[in-house]
């Protein structure tokens, strides 16, 4: 089912590309967009993951450079019977994160340090659970192809508006002014749709299957409280600068600037929540023989205390990984 949704979004995204192409340059222009959108497509396949990565401004990190968080991903990949996946860290405030690879032999997570500073370590492990449900769900091929050709449309639309909208010899064609400036808007609107339509649907099933991994549906639940009413307060630079990467991200991390409920990547966050806490009825409570084999809630500590173990432990510490 994956591969066929793989197959659809490429299909859809390529002829957008082509239709592009041929708005500027006629039928030489889409046999251009075709090609190009062919080798984009293979080279996403390959490189899409370190592009993301790199458009977030992320740094990869270990065991030795970030113990805790390290240990924690190994844990909870374990629990999803899933490879070790690559480690990353996002220099930015507001707390998020993603996942991102062709595979889950060649899968990456990352984490802003705005989600290590503001979570506990209960919260921080459904996230983390969450994006792995993604590699397992091999939903991270489709996001990271969608997120590099979704940015190519809007490359080339932008593109268009330099040459004036295509090939005025073409049988009197030519879009003029006015259909030029159109492409530039509708092009990358109609391929945001697209992004948002597969990343909705697969938000649910990552967080079902998230909640199975860390086996605590609530650990989830009060993580998107908290990074949802972030989100509204707190700017992601590097979506900001970088749109198309916005549905990679467990939630929107436009949602605090100009894209504010015009397009939502992601379900709304209060059904996300409901639909967890029905689950962990559904679980019995959710609560007990979670990640790291807790089974007090969060919930119950007084506030401002932190689990007694792990990263976020009380005594001398220089911040939540040590």
């Not at 949704?5 to 889409?30: E, P, S």
């Not at 990190?61 to 990353?88: I, K």
């Not at 379900?267 to 790291?292: D, S």
Request: glycine share 12%; with cysteine.
């Amino acid at each position: 089912m994956n591969y066929l949704k793989t197959a659809i979004l490429l299909a859809g995204l390529t002829a957008l590309f082509m239709g592009v192409g041929y708005l500027i340059g006629g039928q030489a222009g889409a046999t251009i967009a075709f090609l190009v959108a062919a080798g984009m497509n293979l080279f996403s396949y390959w490189n899409a993951d370190r592009m993301v990565l790199s458009m977030t401004g992320a740094h990869e990190v270990d065991a030795r450079t970030a113990p805790e968080l390290y240990a924690m991903v190994h844990e909870l990949s374990q629990r999803a019977g899933l490879p070790m996946p690559r480690v990353y860290l996002i220099d930015d405030p507001q707390p998020n994160a993603f996942a991102t690879g062709r595979n889950p032999q060649n899968a990456a997570v990352a984490a802003t340090t705005g989600l290590l500073n503001m979570l506990s370590r209960e919260e921080v492990a459904g996230v983390m659970a969450h994006e792995l449900a993604h590699v397992k769900n091999h939903d991270t091929l489709i996001m990271t192809i969608t997120a590099t050709i979704a940015g190519a449309i809007s490359m080339l639309a932008q593109f268009g508006l330099f040459f004036g909208g295509g090939n005025r010899d073409n049988n009197g064609g030519g879009l003029g002014i006015v259909g030029t400036l159109a492409m530039v808007i509708l092009a990358p609107i109609a391929a945001m749709l697209v992004q948002m339509a597969i990343s909705r649907t697969r938000e649910y099933a990552a967080d079902r299957m998230g909640a199975q991994i860390c086996g605590r549906p609530d650990w989830l639940a009060s993580a998107l409280a908290k990074i949802d009413n972030a989100a509204h307060q707190i700017p992601n630079e590097a979506a900001e600068r970088n749109p198309a990467v916005a549905h990679m991200f467990i939630i929107n991390p436009l949602s605090g600037a100009r894209m504010d409920n015009l397009f939502t990547t992601h379900p709304a966050t209060e059904n996300r929540i409901a639909a967890l806490q029905r689950f962990a009825a559904e679980m019995g409570g959710g609560f007990g023989g979670g990640f790291g084999g807790g089974s007090a809630r969060p919930a119950a500590r007084p506030a401002g205390s932190r689990p007694s173990s792990g990263p976020w432990s009380g005594g001398a510490r220089r911040g939540p990984w040590g």
